[in-house]
């Protein structure tokens, strides 16, 4: 039995097909670069940080020990609560209002804002709490 020839307009149609694939795949990768950046761009603009000099401070501080932070690698805490999505809540450490300003001065002080919470004072200066923050915001 002899094959028979695959007809030209199926080659076209699939090569028409790999192609929009192929472009569809790279206009959302260009979406997600440009949302992250935007997300970025914003939570350093509404902290007064860095959002990248805030991921070192996160690992250098050892914020993941206790939390689960995304984009963190020693971000697997079970002891804090999870921080992804943080920018998205209501509230703060319970029942504090989630603002940059808030969150700031939870990150440096969370002791003088809540005593005997289970936050530890850290010692975290005041641009590196901004730096922290703006990661968190970042990572909407």
């Not at 090569?15 to 992250?36: D, E, K, N, P, S």
């Not at 860095?50 to 070192?56: E, I, P, S």
């Not at 501080?61 to 690698?73: E, Q």
Request: proline letters at 6%; a neutral charge; one cysteine or more.
């Amino acid at each position: 039995m002899a094959s028979r020839p695959i007809p030209s307009s199926i080659w076209w149609l699939t090569i028409l097909l790999l192609a929009c694939v192929v472009f569809a795949m790279t206009t959302g990768a260009v979406m997600y670069v440009q949302t992250q950046e935007q997300h970025q761009s914003r939570a350093n603009m509404i902290t007064g940080g860095a959002w990248d000099r805030g991921r070192f401070a996160i690992e250098r501080y050892g914020c993941g020990s206790c939390h689960i932070i995304p984009g963190i690698d020693s971000g697997l805490g079970k002891v804090g609560p999870d921080l992804t999505h943080v920018a998205q809540r209501a509230a703060l450490a319970g029942s504090l209002g989630n603002d940059p300003t808030t969150m700031v001065a939870w990150i440096a002080h969370p002791q003088k804002l809540r005593p005997g919470s289970g936050m530890p004072e850290q010692g975290v200066q005041p641009q590196e709490a901004r730096d922290i923050a703006a990661y968190l915001y970042a990572q909407y």
